[in-house]
């Protein structure tokens, strides 16, 4: 893997190939991993420059098949890649002293973004000095533990202990630039680089090319150069492999996500059905079930009046009960009517969403602010604007930790707007775990739905604001009649 940690590119501006700002702390490491790199090739240069000037035919011979390689890198995540020319510096700090390996992994190395302009010259040196740490820890300690190719099977563990200094070190530096650059946890950065939930395989698929240098340095042994022209088919069909492999990621990870989606989605309709339930058992009971209990009362009454021959007092009684008839009658087919004319039922929306605060409200200690008139609107729109209300309400309470919630729901500038807001933690939207994230894009996808607007502004210790506009009429849609 090598070090790329620019801007991402869907942050930068179309055609923009100015380097976007970095932090003080990445500016801090790739100082310190950069200077001493440079001042120790330096020194390495002047002291073995005799034994340089013999090696150099074949040190062009490698730098050649090093650009050769990375010029088809492969991208893993953001902006981290892997470096095909790895099996083959590694290969270099096998055959050669540490100072020429380290020499060819610091100029070797091909990346078409300097010569866009796209990166800094001290984010360029990092990358290279990334690499040609990482093939130097190799190359030592395979000379240190008196690794000889020409003695197999032992040569094996030796290399294998090579290419894990190469693949720990270089994992390490690249992992700490990318969450200096990004902000993204350290061990979120690393999970990502080395697989996503592929993980094992990834590793697996990486230590084994990397043995491949074993083989490229063997072979150099016995076939010099030829060695170098052939290694390139190998190293094409690794570059597919990983390519296979990456897009098997992405697919797992795709799937994985819309698992997620699809329970969240599963979990929301159950409790919007059991707000439906709650809103028609109050409608209910706050106009059905009054007049039929008169009813109920009435009808006693008759039944007196008959038991006791009071007859004549049924002319005053009779009408209360067809009176009583009556409302029942208006009560339950103005209930029908709402159910069927409003996906919210007889309550409206700025009911139905104090409905949703009263049962909330019991899992925070925040204090309720709630500015709510009923407003007209499609069923569509409103009821879009009860589940985008019940969402937020619902992620200020559970998530939040503020002490004051504001919810407010009326007709501004013509359009109805519907505002959500707290003073709790409030959170960086690219950190928030998959449920909280997919809430946010439902939230969204179904403002836009309506033909409305929808935005959010949060960041960490300054609470979460969320505003949704909805038209007052429905969007319409071509091809309907």
């Excluded at 002293?97 to 070797?108: K, N, R, S």
């Excluded at 106009?287 to 049924?314: F, T």
Aim: aromatic share 6%.
């Amino acid at each position: 893997m090598s070090a790329a940690t620019t801007v991402p590119a869907r942050q930068l501006p179309r055609r923009s190939r100015t380097p976007g700002p970095e932090p003080r702390a990445l500016k801090v490491l790739e100082a310190a991993g950069s200077i001493p790199v440079v001042i120790f090739l330096v020194f390495s240069l002047v002291s073995h420059r005799a034994d340089i000037r013999g090696l150099l035919p074949s040190v062009v011979a490698w730098l050649l098949i090093v650009v050769i390689a990375d010029s088809l890198p492969v991208p893993i995540w953001r902006t981290v890649q892997i470096a095909i020319s790895f099996p083959v510096l590694l290969a270099a700090g096998m055959l050669f002293p540490p100072y020429v390996a380290c020499f060819l992994a610091f100029f070797g190395p091909t990346d078409l973004r300097e010569l866009r302009g796209e990166i800094s010259l001290m984010r360029s040196l990092f990358n290279r000095a990334n690499i040609a740490l990482s093939i130097l820890a190799a190359s030592a300690v395979f000379h240190a533990m008196g690794g000889e190719l020409t003695d197999w099977p032992l040569v094996l563990p030796i290399a294998l202990l090579a290419l894990v200094a190469d693949v720990v070190l270089n994992g390490v530096l690249v992992t700490a630039g990318t969450h200096l650059l990004t902000g993204v946890p350290f061990l979120q950065v690393w999970r990502n680089i080395s697989g996503g939930g592929l993980t094992a395989p990834f590793l697996l698929s990486y230590l084994a090319f990397g043995f491949l240098a074993v083989l490229l340095a063997t072979a150099y042994l016995a076939a010099g150069n030829w060695a170098l022209v052939i290694f390139t088919i190998p190293m094409f069909l690794a570059r597919q492999m990983f390519m296979h492999w990456k897009h098997l990621a992405e697919t797992s990870e795709e799937l994985a996500v819309k698992n997620r989606a699809l329970i969240t989605v599963t979990e929301h309709v159950a409790e919007e059905r059991r707000d439906e339930r709650l809103t028609i058992a109050s409608g209910i009971h706050d106009e059905v079930l009054p007049p039929l209990y008169k009813i109920h009362l009435m009808a006693q009454v008759l039944r007196q009046d008959l038991a006791s021959g009071r007859l004549l007092e049924l002319e005053d009684d009779l009408p209360v009960l067809l009176q009583a008839v009556d409302v029942a009658n208006d009560a339950m087919r103005g209930l029908i009517r709402d159910l069927r004319d409003s996906p919210l039922g007889s309550r409206g929306l700025a009911s139905t969403i104090r409905l949703v605060v009263t049962q909330l409200q019991v899992m925070t200690a925040a204090d309720f602010e709630l500015e709510l008139e009923e407003v007209d609107g499609s069923p569509i729109t409103q009821l879009i604007a009860y589940q985008v209300a019940r969402e937020a309400i619902a992620n200020a309470t559970r998530h939040s930790h503020a002490t004051r919630i504001r919810v407010f729901l009326g007709v501004v500038d013509g359009s109805v707007r519907l505002v959500v807001e707290d003073d709790g933690r409030g959170f960086a939207p690219g950190t928030v775990d998959g449920t909280l994230h997919f809430g946010l894009q439902l939230m969204r996808e179904r403002v836009e739905l309506a033909g409305g607007t929808f935005v959010m502004d949060t960041q960490p210790g300054e609470g979460t604001t969320i505003v949704a506009r909805f038209p007052i009429e429905a969007p319409s849609r071509g091809g309907e009649h």
